[in-house]
């Protein structure tokens, strides 16, 4: 059974940083490549960033590039995302995701429909 479990998240103040974190069982892990989306109230899942299986490729839209920054350990099954300069705008929960490829360089690569396990999500909340 897969799980994917996200952590970090907490309220953080304008202008301020979070790592989030994302743990993997049950999984070829290093086999597929892994997304970060997030979902604000009233808003549509958005993707936010992505890397291929073995980390070597990464894609972020337009919108997120420069404040974002995902990593991945494959020894630990494990992949992060990195946010500076925070902004209210940032509020939403953030969503790790398993994806069914190995690469990122597809029009899906920020497609929800193309990333088949989710974790429960975690909160990001920033004050101004």
């Known amino acids: 059974q897969v799980q994917v479990a996200e952590s970090g998240g907490g309220l953080v103040q304008a202008g301020g940083s979070l790592r989030l974190s994302c743990k993997v069982s049950?999984?070829?892990?290093?086999?597929?490549?892994m997304g970060w989306f997030r979902q604000a109230p009233g808003k549509e899942r958005e993707g936010v960033a992505c890397?291929?299986?073995?980390?070597?490729?990464?894609y972020y839209p337009d919108a997120m590039e420069g404040r974002f920054t995902i990593s991945r350990d494959n020894g630990k099954d494990m992949v992060f995302l990195q946010i500076f300069s925070l902004t209210p705008g940032d509020t939403a929960i953030y969503y790790c995701?398993?994806?069914?490829?190995?690469?990122?360089?597809?029009?899906?690569?920020?497609?929800?429909?193309?990333?088949?396990?989710w974790g429960q999500g975690t909160q990001v909340t920033v004050s101004s």
């Open positions: 995701a398993a994806g069914r490829y190995a690469s990122c360089s597809g029009s899906w690569r920020t497609d929800p429909k193309a990333y088949d396990y």
């Open positions: 049950g999984y070829q892990f290093h086999e597929h490549n």
């Open positions: 890397i291929s299986s073995r980390g070597g490729n990464t």
